[in-house]
């Protein structure tokens, strides 16, 4: 029986692996092995390829996230909302600036974080709303900036999941179209799963702001600009020349990459078609890039008919996985927040029920029939 992944790594790695031989040899011999041209190149690449004029290479997404808040301002007895139905590195980020996380529901049809939610939960003492990119398209963006008009409030976008997305033609941390003095601020994620993906650990924040991205830069290595000299308490967070190689390369393909799985998933919408799934919902304006295709198997609450669904695609060789199984309020080292079970009814609701099918752009046609003749059955079953 031929395994189908949740995600094909080595299939992506077959496209990229001479390019990628030779920028290693080229960091090797010239022994830039933390900063150095690649990660000039890369960040230089990956600034135009989002539409902004600032890119700041670091080690992972999480650090990404919590420089970007930190640099607009977010420390001890500030407030950060964010959706309660994220992965917990969006929460632990705030968390380590001292600031409190607040959560706030979902939307039950797309799973991005209800706008009207979030701004209902801003206090005097808020200081950033963190939305989440969730599976690959954007959240409203434009509507919490309007309905953030006039306050001291930052946008910083957690956008881990979503590469080449854009809503209403404008990409995460551009300020989508708000006017040339918006702040725009993103942090993404380059874990090797996501749609660029490094080979190892490696994040990144952009910026339509010169001095946010300074301040990034300085924070993140170590406080300083210059050798020895410390401005201020920072962090070693650093994307490393191999990493950037691996970017490099692959953000050359990315478009088209983004283009396939498009592709990928139109074909699933139309075999899932009359199974007993809700099918993902794209939102209006939104350019989807599709880093997950995620379901819902309908079911009594309590996960387990999702579960044995799960279990028949993993017994027959098909990753298909789930993210994410807890809200972040119901996991134990969030457990002292003091929302108890029952406060986001969305996020709370769609966890025991969502499903992610395997879907890379390498994924054939055959292969997602396989995958769907196997759902039908375990449904049925």
Not at 49 to 63: K, L, R
Not at 288 to 305: E, F, K, L, M
Request: proline share 5%; with cysteine; aromatic share 6%.
């Amino acid at each position: 029986m031929t395994s189908i992944p949740l995600v094909d790594l080595a299939a992506a790695h077959a496209e990229v692996a001479e390019e990628v031989d030779a920028g290693f040899k080229r960091v090797i011999a010239d022994t830039a092995f933390i900063g150095g041209a690649e990660v000039a190149g890369f960040e230089a690449e990956y600034a135009a390829f989002s539409g902004v004029p600032h890119c700041v290479g670091v080690a992972n997404g999480t650090d990404a996230l919590e420089l970007a808040l930190r640099a607009v301002g977010v420390g001890p007895g500030s407030e950060v909302i964010l959706p309660a139905n994220t992965f917990i590195a969006t929460a632990e980020a705030v968390a380590r600036t001292g600031a409190k996380v607040v959560l706030v529901d979902c939307d039950p049809d797309t799973y991005l974080v209800d706008v009207d939610a979030a701004l209902a939960a801003v206090t005097p003492a808020t200081r950033a709303i963190a939305p989440v990119h969730l599976y690959g398209q954007l959240a409203e963006v434009e509507r919490l900036r309007t309905g953030l008009a006039g306050r001291d409030i930052a946008i910083v976008e957690d956008a881990a999941q979503c590469q080449g997305a854009t809503r209403h033609g404008a990409a995460a941390g551009t300020g989508h179209g708000s006017g040339t003095d918006a702040l725009g601020i993103a942090a993404t994620s380059f874990y090797p799963g996501k749609n660029l993906g490094a080979y190892g650990d490696a994040g990144a924040v952009v910026t339509t702001d010169a001095g946010i991205a300074a301040d990034v830069r300085r924070m993140g290595a170590h406080g300083s600009v210059r050798k020895y000299v410390h401005d201020v308490v920072g962090m070693n967070s650093r994307l490393d020349g191999l990493q950037a190689v691996v970017l490099r390369a692959k953000l050359a393909r990315l478009a088209d990459w983004n283009a396939r799985r498009r592709a990928v998933a139109a074909r699933y919408d139309e075999l899932l078609a009359g199974l007993d799934v809700v099918r993902p919902v794209t939102l209006d304006g939104n350019e989807h890039v599709w880093h997950i295709y995620c379901v819902r198997v309908p079911g009594d609450g309590t996960g387990a008919r999702r579960d044995r669904v799960l279990a028949a695609l993993n017994g027959a060789g098909i990753g298909a996985g789930i993210h994410y199984p807890v809200p972040v309020h119901l996991t134990p080292a969030f457990a002292d927040l003091g929302y108890p079970a029952g406060s986001f009814p969305n996020a709370e609701s769609t966890a025991p029920q969502l499903l992610s099918l395997p879907i890379y752009p390498q994924l054939t046609a055959a292969a997602q029939e396989r995958v769907v003749e196997v759902l039908a059955a375990a449904l049925a079953g």
